[in-house]
């Protein structure tokens, strides 16, 4: 721990004044979890496991931050009464942040993140008011495709899909193994999703050249793209606590090569980024660690970006404190669902 750490800080970093480069969101959200518990504290936990992490990055070749500006914000805190209301609240909270001037860096809670961040991303810059023009690039085990989930379309287990219906334009995904079969279909027949099956990047045999397929596709990418980490996408053994682990995902590794190619696609530029399904447990903290280690890599490798100039504020630069639009997308959608 270094002699200038800042408790509540991601990294444990002090901030400097005038304008932010890079912000930590903390959205310890969670109202539809169908498994383990605990991902409202998976946040918190994550910023203060950062603490260990080491600073320097190798592809970087500096510590962090590396010359820039890395602000931590409050806590998005959940005051609505209905899933409607925080989903709202959620894009609200996220929507000052996504207006291209700074990088933002969401740390879940469940992965029912997505769709408010999509709802705050769709003015931003790049976007041409467009989501369709955003490609997503999904680590998950779960394919997240469901219509519902115990009755509930906004489920975490829904979020690939509600941002599908909101227009989103591409959906890469990679280390998927627990899916449904209306999931399997909706992989099979729609032309926006690719699907990177653990059964074949993993396999002992051909694994290997599959694997490299998934990276041929990230260097590949085009136009803006928004990174989604569900951390249960990596082998349960290093992510234990997460509300739904699942054996056989990708190893540490793979998800570090998977950050990496995301950011260095030359004709790509990644614009947000989240990791989710961070949760806690009493007998370890290897969960939140490695989702410590995950956000270091995603902050590391926008830095990189930065550097090697892939990557320009789009606005002009403005301090941490700041305005947004108001969400009521969520309300309206589940009001028109209901009648």
């Known amino acids: 721990m270094s002699e200038t750490y800042v408790e509540g800080n991601f990294l444990g970093l002090p901030e400097s004044a005038g ?17 383990g518990q605990g991902t409202a504290d998976g946040p918190a936990a994550c910023i203060a496991a950062s603490a260990q ?3 320097f990055d190798a592809a970087l070749n500096e510590d962090l931050p590396a010359s820039h500006s890395i602000h931590t914000a409050p806590a998005w805190e959940g005051n609505g009464p209905t899933l409607a209301s ?15 001037d700074v990088f933002p860096l969401a740390l879940g809670g469940e992965h029912g993140i997505l769709p408010p961040f999509m709802w705050a991303m769709r003015h931003h810059p790049a ?9 997503v690039v999904q680590i998950d085990a779960h394919a997240d495709l469901r219509a519902e989930l115990d009755g509930e379309a906004y489920s975490h287990a829904c979020a690939a899909a509600r941002s599908l219906d909101m227009g989103l334009g ?13 999931e399997a279909e909706w992989i099979r027949t729609d032309e926006r999703i690719t699907t990177f099956f653990a059964k074949d990047t993993q396999h002992p045999t ?16 085009t136009g803006p793209v928004h990174l989604t980490i569900d951390i249960d996408g990596l082998y349960a053994s290093l992510v234990p606590a997460t509300g739904t682990p699942v054996p056989g995902g990708l190893s540490f590794w793979q998800a570090i090569q998977t950050i990496e190619a995301v950011f260095d696609a030359p004709e790509a530029v990644v614009i947000s980024a989240d990791v989710n399904e961070i949760a806690t447990n009493d007998h370890s903290p290897l969960t939140e660690f490695t ?21 320009k504020a789009m606005t002009d630069a ?5 305005s947004g639009a108001q969400c009521t997308y969520f309300s309206t959608m589940m009001n028109k669902t209901e009648q």
Request: charged residues 20%; hydrophobic residues 40%; proline residues 5%.
């Open 19 to 35: 304008p932010v480069d890079l912000v930590v969101l903390p959205l310890p959200y969670e109202l539809t979890t169908s498994y």
């Open 318 to 322: 403005q301090g941490p404190v700041r």
């Open 53 to 55: 992490v080491e600073v």
């Open 127 to 135: 976007l041409d008011g467009d989501l369709g023009n955003l490609t």
């Open 86 to 100: 925080q989903l709202d609240e959620l894009g609200s909270y996220l929507s000052p942040w996504c207006t291209g």
């Open 206 to 221: 051909t694994g290997v050249a599959t694997w490299e397929q998934w990276i041929d596709l990230l260097s590949g990418l």
């Open 291 to 311: 989702a410590a280690m995950l956000a270091t890599k995603t902050v590391a490798s926008h830095l990189k970006a930065r550097k090697e100039g892939r990557w």
């Open 170 to 182: 591409r959906l890469l995904q990679v280390g998927v193994r627990a899916y449904a079969k209306e």
